[in-house]
């Protein structure tokens, strides 16, 4: 079965960076969607950044020119999200999703389909503090 696992969070000053990670596994596929949500306290979950198989990275507003999303360099298994400058408002749960198409690149999947991600991980915790 396919597994997201994300690693990463913590606590940090404001104006720190931290790295997640989201790693997805247990599946052989081609194509894929790879976003990074966040939960605000007292907010609905947002998409934050989202990265494809065939290259479209996207990042909200209130991020751009601090998050950067990637993909590692030796394996598309392995997801990263780069938090600079980071803010107070930006302390709450990430969680990194997945879309997955097969693995003969016959179902393909791309993220400007839109729609829920049917995979998801536990979370991680960034917390940062004044």
């Known amino acids: 079965s396919v597994r997201v696992v994300e690693s990463g969070g913590g606590s940090v000053q404001s104006g720190g960076s931290l790295r997640l990670s989201c790693r997805v596994s247990?599946?052989?596929?081609?194509?894929?969607?790879m976003a990074w949500y966040r939960q605000l306290p007292g907010k609905g979950r947002e998409e934050v950044a989202s990265i494809d198989s065939d290259g479209k990275i996207t990042h909200v507003d209130s991020v751009k020119g601090r998050f950067t999303i990637s993909q590692d360099n030796d394996s598309k298994d392995t997801v990263y999200l780069q938090m600079d400058s980071l803010d107070p408002d930006d302390t709450g749960m990430y969680y990194c999703?997945?879309?997955?198409?097969?693995?003969?690149?016959?179902?393909?999947?791309?993220?400007?389909?839109?729609?829920?991600?049917?995979?998801w991980g536990q979370g991680t915790q960034v917390t940062v503090t004044a």
């Open positions: 247990g599946y052989a596929y081609a194509t894929y969607c």
């Open positions: 999703a997945a879309n997955l198409g097969d693995s003969a690149g016959i179902y393909r999947v791309h993220c400007s389909e839109g729609g829920t991600l049917p995979f």
